[in-house]
């Protein structure tokens, strides 16, 4: 069982940045790869970055790809999401999750209650 708890979202302009922090707490955090994802308010949930057990292998969304950037601290049981040069399209409850697999039709097995971000204009 892994419990993570996402923090950092809030309200910015656009341009600005942010980071986000999903502190893990259970078994074995530091043998699972980590994803970050987003539902805007009408659509589905989508993915935005994903990083390997080490850290060593990380994959963007086109859309944050050169904007965003994922990165953990196996010691802190913590995933982040450092978000640059934000859009109103960036919009989003954001979410952390954990999964033993890697790759696009990795599934996702525990999930964070989401911590919202809103860009202005």
């Known amino acids: 069982q892994v419990q993570l708890v996402e923090s950092g979202g809030g309200l910015v302009q656009a341009g600005g940045s942010l980071r986000l922090s999903c502190a893990a707490s259970?078994?074995?955090?530091?043998?699972?790869?980590c994803g970050w994802f987003r539902q805007a308010p009408g659509k589905e949930r989508e993915f935005v970055a994903r990083?390997?057990?080490?850290?060593?292998?990380?994959a963007y969304a086109d859309s944050v790809k050169g904007r965003f950037t994922i990165s953990r601290d196996n010691a802190k049981n913590t995933v982040y999401l450092q978000m640059n040069s934000l859009k109103p399209e960036d919009t989003a409850v954001y979410y952390c999750a954990v999964t033993p697999d890697w790759g696009t039709t990795a599934r996702y097995n525990y999930w964070g209650q989401g911590t919202q971000v809103t860009v202005s204009s």
């Open positions: 259970g078994r074995a955090f530091s043998s699972y790869a």
């Open positions: 990083i390997s057990w080490s850290g060593g292998n990380t």
